[in-house]
Each structure stands twice: as C-alpha cells, then as structure tokens.
C-alpha cells in the first residue's frame, strides 16, 4: 500500500511539470486505472526511454500525457479502419486480457484470438483456411444430422472430437474469411509470434504496450500498463467506442 502511495505521488508531482490544466484533466482516467505503472528499470526496453517520467523503488512510471496522445491517434486509426469495412483481429492471450479481448471482439464482430496464437493465421492462412472450412462443413453435417447417416457411431465420436479440437483452436476466428487489415494485441511481447506475423506481412498493429516491449513493433503503440485488467479495459473500451463510432459514420 505504502508502494503504491508513494508511487502516486511521484506520479502527480510529475504530473504538475507537463503542458496543461486541460491534459491533466484527460489523463485522470487513465492514472484511475494504474496506467501509469511501467515495469522495473532492469525490464525496460531501450526504445520506451522516452516515455519514462522517473522510477520510484525500481517501479518505473509512465507519462500519461504521452499514452493518451497515443490512445487519440490510435482510436483515429480504428475509427478509419472501421468506417473503411476493414477486419481488426483482436489479440490477447495472456490472463489479465483475454476475457476483455474476447468480449470486445464480440461486441464489435471482430475475429479474436483469445488463447495460444495458432502459427500461420497470418503467414499461412491458406492452411488456416482450410481448417476454417473444414469446421464449417463438419458442423453443418452434424447440425443436419448427415453425419448419422454417412458415418458410424464410432466413426461420429471420432468426428465430434476433431470439431472440438477445432472450435478450441479456430475459437475467434472461425468466420475469417481473409487475412485481417490491422491487429489490436495487448502486450506485443507477451504475443511474439503474432506481433512477428504481423509486422512480415506488413499488417498495422496497435499495440497496447509497457516498458518492456519494442515500440517499433506497433505501428500505433499505446504506452500503458498492460498487466492491470482495469487499464486493458479502458484502452480497449475507448478503442471499441472509436470503432463503432467510425462504423456509423
């Protein structure tokens, strides 16, 4: 507790020296959900210097004005993505994200990847294609009662095992029909394979990001505290108001 308070108050004595009484107003929020809280020193990514206001017992701390600069220009990117019809694949696998990943997606009919990244969503989709296919037909047979009329009962368990196996790993992306337009992954480091994918195929990420990931990894980095499930939900949260936001303009 005693941490945390004094954290605080380095935080908002810092605050005080940045540009205006409008930007504290606006980074409140985000100092309300701990966005502020970086990791420690011996963690920090070379690139992520800058966002930086100072340490207080090894526990680095963000400034907020910056972050929410980044938000801005992330939700205007989202927003455009979103009035253009693009596909925004939501990634987070890790405990402190994926309900709020899974939920977001859904919410806006975006494909999700909530678990373990499937290798190849990306830079083999013509293969994860043919596994989406192949649950849709699967699916539909069963669905229709076809299967009992084709197969046998032992041959139907077999089947009915593979569809789990594939709804499990196909969970959030099973009506992709393309590779996505942009990728919105919370913690690029955290999500390596999918962050590398991306960035070959020359997919924009927005990255919800701390101190300990490559900036150069997002094409819209947002500099946060991405292990507190209440700065995930904000960010993603102004990010999915951005989208709808652009859907109906």
């Known amino acids: 507790m005693y941490a945390k ?20 107003a606006g980074i409140e929020r985000l100092f309300g959900a701990g966005a502020h809280f970086a990791q420690v020193k011996s963690r920090r990514h ?10 207080k017992g090894g526990m680095e701390i963000f400034d907020l004005q910056k ?28 405990r402190e994200a994926s309900d709020q990943v899974r939920e977001v997606a859904k919410r806006l009919a975006q494909p999700y990847v909530a678990g373990r990244w499937l290798g190849g969503t990306i ?15 699967l699916s539909a047979k069963r669905e229709s009662g076809e299967l009992g009329k084709i197969y046998t009962k032992l041959e139907r368990i077999m089947i ?12 959030g992306i099973r009506n992709l029909a393309k590779r996505p337009d942009a990728l919105v992954i919370v913690d690029t480091k955290h999500e390596a394979h999918a962050t590398k994918e991306a960035r070959q195929a020359g997919i924009p990420v927005i990255g919800i990001i701390s101190s300990d990931c490559d ?17 995930i939900s904000l960010v993603l949260g102004e990010l999915a108001q951005a989208f709808e936001s652009g859907y109906k303009g």
């Open 215 to 231: 900036l150069k990894d997002s094409a819209y980095p947002i500099v946060t505290n991405d292990a507190s499930r209440a700065a």
């Open 123 to 137: 830079s083999n989709f013509t293969e994860i294609k043919k596994r989406i296919d192949r649950l849709a037909d």
């Open 160 to 171: 009915d095992r593979e569809i789990d196996r594939l709804e499990e790993r196909l969970e």
């Open 46 to 55: 070379p690139s992520m210097r800058s966002f930086v206001l100072g340490a």
């Open 5 to 24: 308070k004094a954290c605080g108050r380095l935080f908002l004595s810092m605050a005080e020296t940045t540009t205006t009484a409008q930007s504290g």
């Open 67 to 94: 972050t929410d600069d980044q938000l801005a220009q992330a939700k205007t990117a989202i927003a455009a993505l979103a009035r253009d019809g693009k596909t925004v694949l939501f990634v987070g696998g890790k």
